[in-house]
C-alpha cells in the first residue's frame, strides 16, 4: 500500500497540471487582478459588452477546433465573415428582406467552405497555404461587392435585438444559442465515434484510413461547417455594429486561432478539449478588453495576443514534457513475493 500511496500526490499533480487547468486558473488570476487594479471592469455594464465580444470568436472557434485537432487550419475565417457581411449588406439595398438574406448569407458561407474543403480534401493540397489564398480572395471579393462603403440603414429590430439582454440581466440572449451550439460540438467532439475518428485523424491520418475512416469526406465537411458558422459570426456582426462593411472582421483570424491553441489544442492535430478552447477565448477576450479598458495602445493589444499564441504553440508542449518526466520519476510498485512462483 505504502507505494500506492507515495504515487497519489504525482497522478494529482498530473491532472492539476494539465494545460487546460492551467488556462483556467490563469483566467481566474486576470480576472481577480482586472478587478482590483482596473477601474470599471468588475461592472455588469462591462461584463455584458464583453460577451458580445465572445460571441463571434468563440462561435469560429467551436469549429476551427475541429478542424485544426484533424491536423488542418483555416485562416480564411474573418475573410469569410467580412465577404459575409458585405453580401448582406448589398443584399439589403437591393430590396432583399432580411429574413431571406440571412440564410442565403448563410449558404453563401457554406459554399466559400466548400471551396476550402474542395482544394484541401478533395485535392490534397496544403491547408495553410490554401487558406492563406482564400483569405485574400474573399477579403477582395468583399470590396468587390461593396467598396469602401458602408451599410447602415438595417431595422432597429434586428440591430437592437442581436444586442439584447436577457430581462433582468446584463447577459445578451445571444449568449444562450452560443451555450447550446458549444454544447452540441462538445459532445460531437468527446461523445461520439466521429469525434474519435478526428482524433484519430490528427494523430495518424493513414492509420485512420485504414480503420476505415473517411478521411477527405469528413475534412470537407468540416470545412463546409466552418463556412456557414463564419458566416452566421457575419450576420451578428453585422447586426450588432449595425453596419455592413467589406473590412468587418479584419484580423479575427488571429484571435481566434490564438484562442484555440491557447485552449490546448495542438497545432499538430490529435489533442485538445473544446472546454479547454472556450476558457482560452475567454482568457484572450478578457485580457484585451482589460487593457482597453486600461487605454492601453492597440499596437500593445497585438503585442499581446501574438505572444499568446506564441506561448499557446510552446506551452502545451513543455506541461507535455514535464508530466513526461513526473511519469518516469514515479516510483513503481514492488513485486510481491510469490508472484514469480505464481
Known amino acids: 500500500m505504502a507505494p500506492e500511496r507515495t504515487g ?120 495553410l497555404a490554401v487558406t492563406i489564398g482564400t483569405l485574400a480572395l474573399y477579403r477582395g471579393l468583399a470590396y468587390v461587392v461593396l467598396g469602401d462603403r458602408a451599410v447602415a440603414d438595417f431595422p432597429i429590430g434586428w440591430t437592437g435585438n442581436s444586442i439584447e439582454a436577457l430581462p433582468g440581466t446584463t447577459v445578451p440572449w445571444v449568449v444562450v444559442p452560443l451555450a447550446v451550439l458549444a454544447i452540441g460540438f462538445g459532445v460531437l467532439l468527446h461523445a461520439t465515434p466521429i469525434g474519435r475518428g478526428l482524433y484519430a485523424m490528427g494523430n495518424n491520418e493513414q492509420a485512420a484510413t485504414f480503420a476505415g475512416i473517411a478521411v477527405a469526406r469528413t475534412k470537407f465537411w468540416l470545412y463546409v461547417g466552418t463556412g456557414a458558422i463564419a458566416a452566421l459570426a457575419g450576420v451578428f456582426w453585422t447586426m450588432r455594429y449595425a453596419s455592413a462593411r467589406a473590412d468587418n472582421g479584419s484580423g479575427l483570424e488571429l484571435a481566434v486561432v490564438a484562442a484555440v491553441l491557447l485552449g490546448g489544442v495542438s497545432i499538430f492535430g490529435g489533442r485538445g478539449t473544446l472546454v479547454g478552447v472556450l476558457a482560452g477565448v475567454l482568457l484572450l477576450t478578457t485580457l484585451r478588453n482589460a487593457l482597453q479598458l486600461a487605454d492601453v495602445p492597440a499596437d500593445t493589444l497585438t503585442v499581446v495576443t501574438g505572444t499568446l499564441l506564441i506561448v499557446s504553440v510552446v506551452g502545451p508542449n513543455v506541461a507535455g514534457m514535464l508530466r513526461a518526466r513526473m511519469r518516469r520519476r514515479r516510483p513503481t510498485a514492488p513485486p510481491v513475493a510469490g508472484a514469480e512462483g505464481a
Request: proline residues 5%; hydrophobic residues 65%.
Open 8 to 127: 497519489r500526490p504525482a497522478r494529482w499533480l498530473s491532472a492539476f497540471g494539465t494545460w487546460d487547468v492551467l488556462v483556467v486558473v490563469v483566467l481566474a488570476l486576470v480576472v481577480v487582478g482586472a478587478s482590483v487594479l482596473v477601474e470599471g471592469f468588475a461592472t455588469a455594464r462591462f461584463w455584458g459588452f464583453l460577451l458580445l465580444d465572445i460571441v463571434p470568436i468563440a462561435l469560429i472557434a467551436l469549429p476551427m477546433t475541429l478542424i485544426v485537432i484533424t491536423g488542418e487550419i483555416d485562416l480564411s475565417v474573418a475573410s469569410m465573415l467580412g465577404l459575409s457581411s458585405a453580401v448582406l449588406g448589398q443584399l439589403w439595398v437591393t430590396g432583399v428582406p432580411l429574413a431571406l438574406a440571412v440564410p442565403l448569407v448563410v449558404l453563401l458561407g457554406a459554399v466559400l467552405g466548400a471551396v476550402n474543403g474542395l482544394f484541401v480534401a478533395g485535392f490534397g493540397l496544403p491547408s
